[in-house]
Structure formats: structure tokens, C-alpha cells
């Protein structure tokens, strides 16, 4: 036992003492210290113990599980699990500088007492959306629960059984229903819905017509799906509100992106969608949040829902999500949006960085790939890209060691190879992607 060494010398130790920065050295220390009982515990009882071999595996695992950059090379560009929209620039500032002191959150400055939180940002929505008012919370999943929770409480809700979607993560559209106390209604088949459906689903107790994205799956075949401006109509004259989870929610014409054409927020609500909910770090590039946007009469009444108040969002996603808006304003500007900038980057952009990252670690060579936009937006739709392709016979063990890499490299294999999708790779880490490849040969 007296060949163990002191905490102090093991943590002098270069392999050890590389972790500080991660970790921290107080964390460092505690795993050291429990290393070493472990190691003693083991001597005492008469057994073999690697000290170095498990202190390392511990730190690594340690270091792996906290919060931290990765690089994205699978080339889905809103990926979920990999934090959804990188920030704009000028988002992150205005989150740090509004973050950093005190502001005008809920204060009128002009008549010095208290206001609305939600007005400026209200504001631009529902300019840029083409909309009378917009309302923004959590996310969209709050979104719906809010709506669904200002007006179909112990009421029916008739939806397509073609939209009664799950998305990721566990969100159901019929649990959903349930929580909020809302009946759902179900019309249709799984592939044809049709107005008549609706008709005569249609009750004193409905109060909703639900319409929801099919994010994550899409319909081929004989389909038949229902028309917005026919159950506008029909809700119109049937006194109750037709409203759509648009999940994404295209702000723009996809095609100017070589991607499908994809109905956009604007374009529901001039069918008469009366409210349409959208999440804020998928399609929209900004933050984690929910948009509500729509008919001023729908929204009134869900800030006066006191559910509204656990939904709420902070003033850094309030920073972050105007600033974001504004770039969404200009069609320049909106390519300060990484999404965007990612989305407009031509192949050959993407090919010059490519031979640059593959003359700099000396193997691999280009190839043609399809990213996706990913976070359920166009789902199928893929758009032309460029990978660096490496052909290992150890392809997942090489994807393992880019996971350890720092900073952690995601990338995708395929029939063996290991593949680095350009498209989603943030131009910025191009020389961090190189030494992550480097380093995990
Ligand atoms: C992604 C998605 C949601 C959930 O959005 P969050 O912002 O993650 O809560 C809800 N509905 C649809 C159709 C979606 O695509």
C-alpha cells in the first residue's frame, strides 16, 4: 500500500492534471481521493487494482458528462439531442448584456411603473408573421398546453387520427389532449381525414379544431388531408377556433433552399388558422421557446389563463428571441442566423472546406452527402451537401474515440465508413473537427 502515491502527486500527474480545465480541482480531487480508497480497498482485500487505468476512465466519463460544445457532423442541422439551433451572434449578445443587469422587463419607462413583459417582442412577431398579436412562452409543447387549456378544458377537440402525432421526446398529441382536460374527438382514417369527417363530428361541446405538423413521419400513397380554408370556414360557422401546432414553422419559401415546399406560418394564418403555435430553436434559428401567433381575440384570452404565469419565459430567452427576430427581418441580415448561414452554404463552399480539413489531417476524401434540416422540419427532405468520408474496418470504435475527442465529434457511419457531414459543422470549428479526427486515429 505504501506504493500508492499521495493525492498531491497523483494530481501533478500530466494525464491527470489535463483534466483540471474541465473538471475543475476540487472535482479532480474528490474522483482522485476515491481512486486511491478504491485502490487501497482493493490492496487490503488482496486484489490486483490498475490506479491509473481506472483513474482515467473515471475522469474521462466525468469529463464526457458534462455540459459542453460538441461538434455536429451527422448533418442534421437542427438535431435535438445535440441542442437543437446554434445562436446568432447578435442573440447571445443581447442575452449577455440584458443578463448582466437589470432592464426594463416589466417597467414602462415612460411612466416609470410597471408593464408588460411580453409587449415588444409581441410586436415583432406578429409583424414578421403577418399576424394581430403573438404570444411567446416555454416552449411549443407549452404552447399547446396553454391553448389547449384556454379552450378545450372539458370540451371536445376534433383532430385528424392522420396528425395524432408523437413527437420526440414523449409528446403526444392525445396525452396532451388528456392532460389539459380536453375530449379528443378522432375523424378520419390513418391516411384520409376529410371535411364531411369533421361535419359531423362537430357537437354543442366542440371547441376546437386541431390541426398538427406530421413532424417526424410523412404519408405516401393514397392520402387525403384536410383543408385549412375549408375548416376555417367550417369553424366560422360553427362557432368554434381552428388551431394549428406547425411545430417548426417555416417562416420562408423552402425552395430557396432546395428543399420541398413547406406551408409557412403566414400562409396558415391567411387560410384562417385563428392560432398557430411554433417552437423558437428549430426552423426560427433562436432560442428554446414557444411562439403563439394569431387573432388578437384567441391570444387575449390566453394571457388572462393563469397557466400562462408557470409558462413563462426569462429575460434572456426575451433578449435572445427579439434579437433573433430582427434577423429575421432582412434577408441578409437572417444569414447571421447559423441555421441559415448552414442552410445557404453552396456545395463548393463546402467542398473548399472539406479539402482544407482533409489535407490538414492527412486522410479521408470528400463525398457526396444529403443533410436533413432535422428538429421535424420537412421530414424525409434532404439537401445536397459534402462529407469528408474516412474507411475504417474499426468505424465504430473510431466514433467512439471522436465522442471522447475534445471537443466531441458526432459523426455519422455509414456502410462502414465513418462520415463527416460539412453541412451542419459550424464553419468555425473546421480546425477543431481536424484535430478531433487527428487526435482519435
Ligand atoms: C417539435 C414539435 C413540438 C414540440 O416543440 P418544443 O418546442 O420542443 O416543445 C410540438 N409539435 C410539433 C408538431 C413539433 O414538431
Known amino acids: 500500500m505504501r506504493g500508492l502515491p499521495a493525492v498531491h502527486r497523483l494530481l501533478s500527474e500530466p494525464a491527470v492534471a489535463g483534466f483540471e480545465p474541465a473538471l475543475g480541482h476540487d472535482a479532480l480531487k474528490t474522483i482522485a481521493q476515491g481512486a486511491l480508497e478504491r485502490a487501497r480497498a482493493a490492496l487490503a482485500a488482496g486484489q490486483p487494482f490498475d490506479l491509473e487505468r481506472a483513474l482515467l476512465a473515471e475522469l474521462e466519463a466525468a469529463a464526457a458528462a458534462r455540459l459542453q460544445p460538441v461538434v455536429n457532423a451527422t448533418g442534421i442541422l437542427v438535431h435535438t439531442n445535440l441542442g437543437r439551433a446554434p445562436l446568432a451572434r447578435a442573440a447571445l449578445d443581447a442575452a449577455a448584456q440584458i443578463g448582466a443587469g437589470y432592464s426594463n422587463l416589466e417597467y414602462d419607462l415612460e411612466r416609470g411603473q410597471r408593464g408588460s413583459r411580453y409587449e415588444r417582442v409581441s410586436a ?224 463548393a463552399e463546402l467542398r473548399r472546406r472539406g479539402e482544407a480539413i482533409v489535407a490538414r489531417v492527412g486522410q479521408g476524401r470528400l463525398v457526396a452527402s444529403r443533410a436533413a434540416v432535422g428538429g421535424g422540419a420537412l421530414p424525409g427532405a434532404t439537401l445536397e451537401s459534402v462529407a469528408i468520408a474516412i474507411d475504417r474496418s474499426d468505424a465504430d470504435l473510431f466514433a467512439r474515440r471522436l465522442r471522447n475527442a475534445r471537443p466531441p465529434t458526432i459523426a455519422r457511419i455509414e456502410d462502414g465508413r465513418v462520415l463527416f457531414d460539412l453541412r451542419s459543422v459550424l464553419p468555425d470549428e473546421d480546425g477543431a473537427l481536424a484535430d478531433a479526427i487527428a487526435a482519435s486515429d
Open 124 to 347: 415583432r412577431l406578429a409583424q414578421l408573421f403577418g399576424a394581430d398579436d403573438a404570444l411567446v412562452v416555454n416552449n411549443c409543447a407549452a404552447a399547446m398546453l396553454l391553448l389547449l387549456d384556454t379552450f378545450a378544458r372539458g370540451r371536445e377537440c376534433i383532430v385528424a387520427r392522420s396528425e395524432l402525432v408523437e413527437i420526440g421526446g414523449g409528446f403526444r398529441i392525445p396525452d396532451v389532449l388528456e392532460r389539459s382536460g380536453a375530449r379528443l374527438v378522432e375523424v378520419g382514417t390513418t391516411n384520409k381525414a376529410r371535411l364531411a369527417d369533421v361535419e359531423r363530428a362537430l357537437s354543442p361541446q366542440t371547441s376546437l379544431l386541431l390541426r398538427t405538423h406530421r413532424s417526424n413521419f410523412s404519408l405516401a400513397g393514397f392520402v387525403e388531408d384536410l383543408d385549412s380554408r375549408d375548416l376555417a370556414a367550417l369553424a366560422r360557422r360553427s362557432g368554434v377556433l381552428l388551431v394549428e401546432d406547425l411545430g417548426s414553422g417555416a417562416l420562408l419559401d423552402m425552395t430557396a433552399f432546395g428543399l420541398p415546399r413547406e406551408r409557412t406560418v403566414a400562409e396558415a394564418l391567411a387560410e384562417g388558422v385563428a392560432v398557430v403555435a411554433i417552437s423558437g430553436d428549430k426552423l426560427f434559428g433562436g432560442p428554446q421557446c414557444g411562439m403563439l401567433v394569431g387573432s388578437a381575440l384567441a391570444l387575449g384570452r390566453m394571457r388572462e389563463n393563469p397557466l400562462l404565469r408557470a409558462l413563462r419565459v426569462d429575460k434572456t430567452t426575451l433578449a435572445m428571441l427579439d434579437a433573433t427576430a430582427r434577423l429575421h427581418e432582412g434577408e441578409h441580415t437572417r444569414l447571421q442566423i447559423p441555421l441559415y448561414a448552414m442552410l445557404a452554404s453552396s456545395t
